[in-house]
């Protein structure tokens, strides 16, 4: 409907620029794009960012909010080192927004534990562990296995049958509205024009360099460009012809009224916010673009939660939502800048709570230099492309 719409309005449309040309012009103000666009700005480039507004489907805004290292990149040894740079720089990434924002964003990162029922999970996943540690060569990976007693420290209610868990010290969790909160002002107070309700509908390079993406309310004009509009940067790139193959895979998430602590760590399938509500979640759907929420998938995440808590039984339910994660074929991010297209990034992942520093502290200053980082040359869109048949 939307990608219908889109070729609609840009056919026969050639709105000249509007008099604000930019150095990089951010198409998508979700976590990504404004991570980027902070970080862009904080090296003194002027970049301005473009967003559709409330009616677009934003992961942004619906997911779970972990910062989480343990299990990514598995046979993808560029992915977990990338994410686990990331998982470095959230300390000083934070600190310096808060200065910038004036936003405190509740934050934890003292490590996080996967659950497993039974021993063979267990097993299962201390395999996965020696895995991501073999591939992790120099950089080495640290995690402990928890018994039984190891899982009660961390975790009071846990129930008795639970065989263990695996601790990594790098995971964490962030209320990732407020961190979104704080970029945004961050952009605001760095004089970064954020324009919502600015939907591209359009887009084409210049003849001379650049390219100037067309809005309801008129054109914009950058000498670079990056497209980081979530589930719309596959329509919004098809306007320069390139193919980015992404697709929606729905998460439901419940949210508990608020509890006192009873959680020491985060964990891939619950977590205790900050305000000490219980956010609990982990299905994947794949459901097109309804963002809604089906109550045997609600009740079957309950289920999961309460097997590993019981105490969860008799705590109420406040609020669920279903929320569109953005997914590549092979799951893995998508870093690319078209050799067809100079100055224009096509940037997607799906943990983009995760990878915000880096994307803040490493990526944009590489794309203000012209270039992608190194290490991200194995993401790029070409590893999707398969040769005709002869
Ligand atoms: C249920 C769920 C749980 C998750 N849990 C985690 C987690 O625990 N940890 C983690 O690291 N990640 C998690 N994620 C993933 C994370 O939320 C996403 O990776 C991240 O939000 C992606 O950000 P984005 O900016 O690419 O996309 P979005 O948030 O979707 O933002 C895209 C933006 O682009 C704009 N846009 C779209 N089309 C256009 C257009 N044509 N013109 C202008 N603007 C446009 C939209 O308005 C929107 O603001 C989860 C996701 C889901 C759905």
Same mark, same amino acid.
């Given at each position: ?157 846990? %129930?008795? =049958?639970?065989? /263990?868990? &695996?601790?990594?010290?790098?995971? !964490?969790? *962030?209320?990732?509205?407020? +961190?979104?909160? @704080? ?21 084409? %390079?210049? =003849?001379?360099? /650049?390219? &100037?993406?067309?809005?309801?309310? !008129?054109? *914009?004009?950058?000498?670079? +460009?990056?497209? @980081? ?34 959680? !020491? ?8 916010? @900050? ?44 609020? @669920? ?70």
């Amino acid at each position: 409907m939307k990608e219908a719409s889109l070729s609609r309005v840009t056919k026969g449309r050639n709105t000249p620029p509007d008099h604000r040309s930019h150095d990089v012009l951010v198409v998508g103000a979700g976590l990504i794009g404004a991570s980027i666009a902070y970080g862009l700005a904080r090296q003194g480039v002027n970049v301005c960012v473009l967003d559709e507004g409330d009616v677009a489907l934003r992961a942004s805004r619906g997911n779970f909010g972990l910062i989480w290292v343990q299990g990514k990149g598995l046979g993808a040894p560029a992915y977990a080192r990338w994410t686990r740079r990331s998982a470095g720089l959230w300390r000083q990434f934070l600190t310096d927004l808060t200065d910038i924002s004036g936003i405190a964003v509740p934050f934890e990162q003292r490590g996080g534990v996967e659950l497993c029922q039974t021993e063979q999970e267990l097993a299962n996943r201390l395999n996965q562990m020696e895995q991501l540690s073999a591939e992790a060569r120099d950089l080495g990976f640290a995690y402990e296995r928890l018994d039984a007693e190891g899982l009660r420290r961390h975790f009071p209610g846990i %129930a008795a =049958d639970v065989a /263990g868990g &695996v601790f990594t010290p790098y995971d !964490g969790h *962030v209320d990732p509205l407020r +961190l979104l909160s @704080a970029l945004h002002t961050a952009l605001a107070r760095l004089g970064v024009p954020v324009r919502s309700h600015a939907g591209v509908v359009g887009l084409r %390079a210049l =003849d001379h360099g /650049g390219y &100037v993406a067309e809005t309801s309310s !008129g054109g *914009v004009e950058a000498a670079q +460009l990056v497209l @980081a509009a979530g589930l719309g940067t596959r329509s919004v790139a098809e306007q320069l012809g390139v193919a980015v193959p992404l697709h929606p895979i729905r998460g439901q998430v419940l949210i508990t009224e608020r509890l006192a602590p009873a959680f !020491g760590l985060p964990t891939s399938i619950v977590r205790q916010t @900050a305000d000490g509500t219980v956010q609990i979640g982990s299905s994947q759907e794949d459901v097109g673009f309804d963002t809604g929420t089906r109550p045997e998938v609600l009740a079957a995440i309950a289920r999961k939660a309460i097997r590993f808590f019981p105490f969860l039984k008799k705590v109420q339910v406040v609020r @669920a939502w279903g929320a569109l994660r953005i997914m590549s074929p092979d799951g893995l991010p998508i870093y690319d800048s078209p050799a067809d297209h100079p100055g224009c990034f096509i940037i997607s992942c799906h943990s983009g709570v995760t990878l915000s520093p880096v994307h803040a502290l490493v990526l944009a200053p590489a794309i203000a230099g012209g270039l992608l980082p190194d290490g991200l040359r194995t993401f790029q869109l070409e590893r999707f492309h398969v040769s005709p048949p002869v």
